[in-house]
């Protein structure tokens, strides 16, 4: 089944170690998603990807960077976990001028 | 801009009577609205999306949702809840087929009762 495929699902740094988490997709979309989420709150948008093209968010840190080597590829770096990035981050999909976004299982990161 | 707004942050119900999410949302254009369910841990399922067809719309696992561009709403239903239904919901809206952008509600809490 194509989908939206997140490495690893619980990933636990320490405070100030550079941390990357995966996203990979099947569905051969054009666009990927980053999203922070904390608890009992709704997903937050970090940057996307169209094609090649990056969009920052403008309240996005500068701590947070973005890769996408290819098509199905896709990675968050947090060069600097700090306690407050305690989170879980959903990767997403779409295709152009589709809006409907597909989303990974998620990875729930834990900064000690 | 658009935002949207989940009237209820937490509906209880009981297995077996309907469930009612209610939805109301602002746009200054002709919105696509979205439901996603997550349950626990999970990642964000799609329920149902309007896109400017049907205004009754059905989604999976039997919900569905009616879009009433007067009272700007949209409003989530099923008839008949059952446990694995116990998850949070997520009313979402963009601008339309041009806008990348997802305009998350703050979710409802569903909790089911044996």
Redesign the interface.
């Known amino acids: 089944d194509a989908m939206?495929i997140?490495n690893p699902r619980y990933q636990v740094t320490q405070f100030g170690k550079p941390v990357t988490l995966s996203c990979s997709q099947t569905l051969n979309h054009n666009?990927m998603?980053w999203y922070q989420q904390k608890s009992?709150?709704?997903?937050k948008?970090l940057f996307?990807y169209?094609d090649k093209d990056f969009n920052n968010e403008a309240d996005t840190p500068d701590n947070f960077q973005s890769r996408r080597p290819n098509t199905s590829f896709c990675f968050l770096d947090i060069r600097s976990p700090g306690l407050g990035d305690a989170a879980?981050y959903?990767c997403?999909t779409?295709r152009a001028?589709?809006?409907?976004?597909?989303?990974?299982?998620?990875t729930?990161l834990t900064v000690l | 801009a658009q935002s949207v707004t989940q009237l209820d942050s937490h509906v209880s119900v009981s297995e077996g009577t309907p469930v009612l999410l209610r939805c109301n949302y602002s746009s200054s254009y002709s919105p696509s609205l979205f439901w996603y369910v997550q349950h626990p841990n999970k990642g964000l399922q799609l329920l149902l999306k309007y896109t400017s067809a049907a205004t009754l719309v059905k989604g999976i696992n039997g919900f569905e949702a009616e879009f009433k561009k007067s009272e700007t709403s949209f409003h989530l239903t099923k008839p008949s809840a059952h446990m694995s239904d116990a998850a949070e919901y997520f009313c979402v809206v963009t601008l339309g087929s041009n806008d990348y952008k997802l305009s998350f509600g703050a979710g409802t809490t569903v909790t089911v009762r044996a």
């Open positions: 939206v997140q666009v998603y009992s709150q709704a997903p948008l996307h169209y879980m959903l997403a779409s001028a589709y809006n409907e976004q597909f989303f990974g299982p998620g729930r």
